[in-house]
């Protein structure tokens, strides 16, 4: 496996399986990567809305989705975040949230760069 900036922020073992399908289908990891991109990315701007619009429905469903989304590349600190945001928005306290929704942002970015730079190792 290639080396990554902050390997506390993926599950090796998902990437790893990542790289081995990407042998028998190549191309899968790149698209991958890419799906992670877009749609983290759309997730985590939805969520930023439905918090400043109080929204708490709408950031449950995005919180969900972008829970899965980081969960099926190995992102499990940004899953963790996502479900922390899910579990608010299910009690429906979405008041005072955004402190975690950038506590979010920040991991989002730094994730979203990490898998960029992991996938790049392969090229």
């Given amino acids: 496996m290639a080396n990554i900036a902050s390997?506390?922020?993926?599950?090796?073992?998902?990437?790893?399986?990542?790289?081995?399908?990407?042998?028998?289908?190549?191309g899968l990891r790149n698209h991958l990567v890419e799906l992670f991109h877009v749609n983290s990315a759309e997730q985590v701007g939805i969520c930023r809305e439905s918090i400043e619009a109080g929204d708490g429905d709408r950031l449950r469903r995005?919180?969900?989705?972008?829970?899965?989304?980081?969960a099926s590349v190995g992102a499990q600190p940004l899953s963790r975040l996502a479900a922390e945001l899910e579990a608010a928005a299910i009690r429906d306290e979405v008041t005072g949230l955004k402190p975690r929704w950038e506590a979010l942002q920040a991991m989002w970015t730094e994730t979203d760069g990490e898998l960029e730079r992991w996938r790049a190792s392969f090229d």
């Fill in 7 to 26: 390997p506390a922020h993926f599950d090796h073992a998902q990437l790893d399986q990542i790289s081995e399908l990407d042998a028998f289908k190549p």
């Fill in 62 to 70: 995005a919180a969900h989705t972008l829970k899965g989304v980081a």
